[in-house]
């Protein structure tokens, strides 16, 4: 599901978000202090955060890569697409290096673990080791489901609409926050949860065979996905949030989901309890 074309242009994509994106702090910061940018631009860069941040969590994350719910059709592919908007790479890819990245965590063959080859290779160098998604071991059931095949075909198209609409909406300075900033952001928050979630923060779940932490500000940035120890303990559980306390933004947004029929059957396993006693350090 991946050609040479795709691949290519993943490595030009890497550079831009590493090396191109991070320009837009200052400029948005110098756009603020001249007064330049409205409300407007701020509650566009605020809903295209939101957007492409629950994408990835629900869409490439927790339905597709660990399929911990069923979605309607129509709602599974504007989650795919909303996710392609953070331009991390195809639903395929994502989803199939993830799955590598859980069959691995945190040794030799872990994708991006911070214990195997430092920090900053699981933060974000390892987009430019070109690794390749290994469909027959790792998720080969991506290849046919229909909306994964068709959001990863049509994946550099969609992608650069989290840049367009931005700008068809705003302008220039949509661009910049609602483009380039928000991609900065969205994906130095996900980028954090290989990072730091495998290196600092709490250990809720000591029973896991890898390093996975949680961490309130990750969670709270990302939707939920800073829970990253509580996934590693149950990793098809829809809600990574396990505690009242522990706010999961993703969460919340499949319960209104479910309350409207649009997802259902959420794996939640019958006798789960929060942080088994025999597993939990708290």
């Known amino acids: 599901m991946q050609n040479r074309r795709q691949q290519h242009l993943s490595y030009i994509y890497?550079?831009?978000?590493?090396?191109?994106?991070?320009?837009?702090?200052?400029?948005?910061?110098?756009t603020a202090?001249?007064?330049?940018?409205t409300k407007i631009d701020i509650?566009?860069?605020?809903?295209?955060?939101?957007?492409?941040?629950?994408?990835?969590?629900?869409?490439?994350?927790?339905?597709?890569?660990?399929?911990a719910f069923q979605a309607k059709p129509w709602l599974r592919k504007i989650l795919l697409i909303a996710g392609s908007f953070a331009m991390q790479g195809s639903p395929a890819?994502?989803?199939?290096?993830?799955?590598?990245h859980h069959r691995f965590a945190d040794k030799q063959h872990d994708p991006h673990s911070p214990h195997q080859k430092g920090f900053w290779h699981a933060h974000c160098g390892w987009i430019f080791h070109g690794y390749k998604p290994d469909f027959r071991r790792f998720g080969k059931w991506l290849p046919k489901d229909p909306e994964v095949k068709h959001v990863s075909k049509y994946y550099l198209y969609y992608s650069n609409l989290g840049l367009l609409i931005p700008w068809l909406l705003c302008?220039?300075?949509?661009?910049?926050?609602?483009?380039?900033?928000?991609?900065?952001?969205?994906c130095h928050m996900t980028w954090s949860i290989n990072s730091i979630c495998?290196?600092?923060?709490?250990?809720?779940?000591?029973?896991?065979?890898?390093?996975?932490?949680?961490?309130?500000?990750?969670?709270?940035?990302?939707?939920?996905?800073?829970?990253?120890?509580?996934?590693?303990?149950?990793?098809?559980m829809p809600f990574l949030g396990?505690?009242?306390?522990?706010?999961?933004?993703?969460?919340?947004?499949?319960?209104?989901?479910?309350?409207?029929?649009?997802?259902?059957?959420?794996?939640?396993?019958?006798?789960f309890t929060s942080y088994e006693k025999s597993n939990s350090t708290l």
């Open 14 to 30: 890497a550079w831009f978000l590493v090396f191109v994106t991070p320009f837009a702090v200052p400029l948005a910061v110098i």
């Open 33 to 37: 202090w001249q007064g330049k940018v």
């Open 43 to 67: 509650l566009c860069a605020f809903t295209m955060y939101c957007i492409s941040g629950l994408g990835i969590t629900l869409g490439y994350h927790r339905l597709v890569t660990h399929r």
């Open 93 to 100: 890819s994502w989803a199939s290096l993830h799955i590598q």
């Open 171 to 186: 302008g220039w300075m949509g661009l910049l926050w609602a483009g380039l900033l928000r991609l900065f952001l969205t």
């Open 198 to 236: 495998h290196r600092f923060g709490k250990r809720a779940y000591t029973g896991t065979a890898d390093q996975s932490t949680n961490h309130f500000l990750i969670a709270l940035l990302t939707f939920g996905e800073g829970w990253h120890n509580n996934h590693h303990r149950h990793l098809q």
């Open 242 to 271: 396990h505690r009242w306390f522990e706010i999961d933004m993703g969460k919340w947004a499949l319960l209104i989901l479910q309350k409207c029929g649009w997802v259902w059957d959420l794996k939640i396993p019958k006798h």
